[in-house]
């Protein structure tokens, strides 16, 4: 070690010196290492040095160098991308196309499990029901395509001429020798052979149309603010409807057109108080309407039977419950329901969820409920998302029609709403109310596809466009090489 060191060696602490001490034995070891000669001493002063760290923990099968994952992260990575699927822009596009086929085509075939026994009491052939549903299905499909593709400005200028027609339908229900009874209503017309028309279905479509045509252009004129602009003519025309459906005695489609009415002037900022008085004269009209009709008072009294009661009153009630209960998680198996031999009375129209439950359980009961649930959920993401005040009207009445309706429908089933005679949307048995539902989902999809993101994605996925994409990508390669 030179002299010049040695005093700055000794001031230092232990670890200079052992700094100072490996330096000067670096040679001598090489040498050693060279010449394969015994080190000697040399290896020794390593040890009285205690120049030698402590070995590091071993980890037990966990590397030290990688962190700890939080408690929890598969779910909440699995969350994160869940939420991040649902945020893409064709997500609400897919998801009402989807759950509306996936709806239709289970309703086809529920349809025709429920409806053979009730066919062959009638003398018809056990597919008779499915055949009609199946052409109702077929058209259906077309007028969705067909409402798909339609422009906004185009469904505009259909509400006025589709609301006019449909009153039109509705006031020759009520005349003689042309407007047809079924089960009591008075809300048919008779069109021939085996097919009949219920001008009230096409009447909600037609609410919505018209009603988020005129809020739409109030709201661009800034006159929304005024409660009489706001109620006039909507609240008019809803009410002419409403007349003209309790004409014939259809009390379920009164409620489902006095819900769209509702969701209407909620999307259009109505004040609490004229909210609260509108619902406030609907429900007295209601409570009217239903004491003085003894066949809707016993339908109240049906909520939560578990019994058919005097004169088997809660008949119809009590065995779709006894459907859902027999059928237990996944059901007696297609085609294999006892209600439907006669018990249930209306198996492949109102209480089609019954039959639902008793041949496919729980599994299936709550897959329907999912679709829907579904549907409904895309179609506020629908009306949430959008600039167009149209859009948004009409995208939110055609969810609370088909929400509303389903809701009213299967707690009828499950007891625990009076049985309102509503079909479950796009899966009960009638063409009347297949056409304008499959139509008003035409319309949904037509509005997710207007969405700009939504456009610029389903554009990316044309051919031209992406065999443009890849060649510009192509040209922009600085080696030249494909």
Same mark, same amino acid.
């Not at 299967?410 to 007891?415: E, K, Q």
């Given at each position: 070690m030179p002299a010049e060191e040695s005093p700055a060696a000794l001031r230092g602490d232990r670890s200079r010196v052992t700094a100072a001490i490996s330096r000067a034995l670096t040679p001598p070891l090489l040498a050693a290492a060279g010449s394969r000669a015994p080190l000697g001493p040399a290896l020794r002063v390593r040890s009285v040095t205690g120049s030698r760290r402590p070995p590091a923990p071993r980890s037990k099968g966990r590397s030290t160098g990688s962190p700890r994952s939080p408690r929890g992260g598969g779910v909440r990575r699995m969350y994160e991308?869940?939420?991040r699927a649902w945020d893409r822009p064709l997500t609400a596009y897919y998801v009402i196309l989807g759950a509306s086929l996936l709806l239709t085509v289970l309703g086809l075939v529920m349809v025709y499990s429920a409806s053979m026994i009730k066919a062959l009491e009638l003398d018809k052939p056990g597919t008779y029901f499915f055949r009609k549903q199946f052409l109702a299905a077929v058209i +259906?499909?077309?007028?969705? &395509?067909? %409402?798909a593709r339609m422009p906004v400005k185009l469904h505009r200028a259909f509400a006025y001429p589709l609301l006019m027609g449909t009153v039109f339908l509705m006031v020759l229900v009520q005349v003689p020798g042309i407007g047809m009874s079924v089960n009591g209503n008075q809300n048919w017309i008779y069109l021939g052979g085996p097919f009949q028309l219920q001008p009230s279905e096409f009447g909600k479509l037609a609410l919505v149309l018209w009603g988020a045509d005129l809020l739409a252009r109030k709201q661009d004129k800034r006159l929304l603010t005024q409660w009489k602009?706001?109620?006039?003519?909507?609240?008019p025309v809803a009410f002419t409807l409403l007349g003209l459906i309790m004409l014939g005695g259809d009390m379920g489609t009164a409620i489902i057109l006095t819900a769209i009415l509702? +969701?209407?002037?909620?999307? &259009?900022? %109505?004040p609490t108080r004229l909210f609260a008085g509108v619902l406030a004269f609907a429900g007295a009209i209601a409570f009217v309407l239903i004491k003085t009709s003894p066949n809707r008072m016993a339908r109240l009294d049906c909520i939560g039977a578990s019994e058919p009661g005097p004169g088997d009153s809660c008949w119809q009630a009590v065995h779709g419950l006894y459907a859902l209960a027999s059928g237990g998680w996944f059901g007696s198996g297609l085609g294999a329901s006892v209600e439907k031999w006669g018990q249930l009375p209306e198996p492949h129209t109102d209480f089609i969820f019954a039959i639902t439950g008793e041949e496919l359980g729980l599994a299936g009961t709550l897959s329907v409920l999912a679709l829907f649930a579904a549907l409904g959920y895309a179609g506020i993401r629908v009306a949430g998302r959008t600039e167009d005040p149209f859009v948004r009207y009409a995208a939110g009445g055609v969810t609370t029609w088909i929400t509303v309706q389903a809701v009213i429908n299967?707690?009828?089933?499950?007891?625990l709403l009076p049985i309102a005679g509503v079909p479950l949307p796009l899966f009960s048995y009638g063409g009347s109310a297949l056409l304008p539902t499959m139509f008003a989902v035409g319309l949904m999809i037509a509005f997710a596809r207007e969405d700009p993101a939504a456009k610029a994605a389903l554009a990316m996925r044309r051919p031209g466009v992406r065999w443009k994409t890849m060649r510009r990508r192509v040209k922009k390669r600085p080696s030249g090489e494909r």
């Open positions: 991308q869940a939420r +259906g499909a077309g007028l969705m &395509a067909l %409402a602009h706001m109620l006039v003519p909507l609240v509702f +969701g209407l002037l909620w999307l &259009a900022g %109505a299967i707690g009828a089933v499950l007891g």
